[in-house]
Structure formats: C-alpha cells, structure tokens
C-alpha cells in the first residue's frame, strides 16, 4: 500500500459526458502527479500539482482539466468523454515539488472505459 | 529528457539472478536513474535509484559505470511474483516531477 488512494477505482460512462477522478496524497506529500495508462500509448504523464499550484504540463488534452485543493487532494475532471479515453489513470505523489530524484508513489489507479 | 531504450521482454526462472540493463546515452549531468516495478492494473512501484556507482536494497542492486551512459538492475533470486514490468527512468532537477516512461522490460519468471 503506497499511501495514496484513488477513488473510485472503476467508472463506466457513455461517450460525451463529464467524469471527475479524485486521488488523496501520501500524508504529508505536497505534490500530486496524473498518469494515463492505455493499451497503445503506455504511461503518459498528464499533470502535475504542487500545494495547490499547476507545475508541470504533460500530454494533456484540453478536455482535461485537473486541480488541487487546500487539504492537498486532487481531481482530475475529464469532459466531452471520447472512446479513446478509456485507460487506467494512475495518480502520485511525492514529498518535494517535483526534482526528478524524488520518489513518487503511485495510487492504485482508476480504470475508466467510455462506452 | 534522456531517452531511454531497454529490452521489450525477458525470460528468467525462478531461483536466477536478473540483471535487466537500461541505456540512456544522452543523460546529463544532473539526472538520476529511477526504475519502477509495474504489476498488471497497479500502479508502478519505486525499486531503486542511484546517481553513480552501485546501489543497493533490499530488492535489488543497481550498477552504474563511470560514464553513466548505462545502468543495470539486479534482481537476485527472482521468484515467480518478479513476473511484472521494468521501467528506467532518468530526470534530473530541472525537468520537474513528470516521469517519461518508455515501453518497459516485461520480465517473465518461469517456475
């Protein structure tokens, strides 16, 4: 168990509608990273948040949108919801706002299939 | 980012010692070397990571040459739960958090 966790873990929707995918950091973990993982493209970095700021900017569509909250836990909102999107979206965390040496603990993931 | 390349997949059985080796010629100065366990459907898993020479765990041992050019994970005495996929990484400071990930080393251990 990693520390972070991801709710809700499956989520099945049609195609054109609005998910929101949530993730709680490692107690203590400042910043929050998203990740989608799918068949053909592997692990892609989509975004990532450090106390509540935007940091870093990954291959994100901008169907996508994502923040972080004062209490440090994340959403990451998916809209206008396309086939394509259907993926295992994985959220991490780590303790510093981002160097690449730091550690990111990964959560259990949310598997998403568009219908 | 340094691009890395590993290979697709290995076999190995259990009770054998793996080394899974990453290439990563263009990485500079400042970059660490990361590599991250994956189970299928989980999230990757922190193993190890090392800036130079040799490091090691409870999981494993990475080597790292003086060139840094290259690095080696050793998995001694895998068992049949090893079965999962090897990403490398490599980022420095000023690359932010996002890790590129390539396409993995699907290790398979046999019994």
């Known amino acids: 168990d990693s520390g972070v966790t991801q709710t809700p873990k499956h989520l099945i929707t049609a195609t054109g509608q609005r998910v929101t995918l949530r993730c709680s950091p490692r107690?203590?973990?400042?910043?929050v990273y998203w990740y989608q993982q799918s068949l053909d493209q592997g692990l892609q970095f989509l975004i990532q948040?450090?106390?509540?700021?935007?940091?870093a900017k990954g291959n994100i569509l901008e169907r996508f949108s994502a923040q972080q909250f004062p209490d440090l836990h994340s959403e990451l909102n998916l809209s206008s919801l396309e086939l394509g999107d259907s993926a295992l979206y994985f959220c991490?965390?780590?303790?510093?706002?981002?160097?690449?040496?730091?550690?990111?603990?990964f959560g259990p993931g949310t598997r998403l299939t568009v219908l | 980012l340094a691009k890395t390349t590993q290979p697709i997949s290995m076999d190995s059985y259990e009770g054998q010692e793996v080394n899974i080796t990453c290439s990563h010629n263009?990485?500079?100065?400042?970059?660490?070397i990361t590599w991250y366990q994956q189970f299928p459907s989980q999230g990757p898993r922190f193993i190890i990571q090392?800036?130079?020479t040799k490091v090691k765990n409870e999981v494993a041992s990475l080597f790292i040459p003086a060139d840094r050019k290259s690095s080696t994970l050793s998995l001694p005495r895998v068992s049949l739960s090893d079965t999962a996929v090897y990403y490398c990484l490599v980022g420095g400071d000023n690359q932010g958090g996002k890790l590129i990930f390539g396409q993995g080393t699907e290790l398979s251990v046999k019994p």
């Open positions: 948040y450090y106390n509540g700021e935007e940091r």
């Open positions: 090392g800036y130079k």
């Open positions: 107690s203590g973990d400042l910043s």
């Open positions: 991490a965390s780590s303790v510093e706002s981002g160097r690449g040496a730091d550690t990111q603990y």
């Open positions: 263009n990485i500079a100065t400042n970059d660490y």
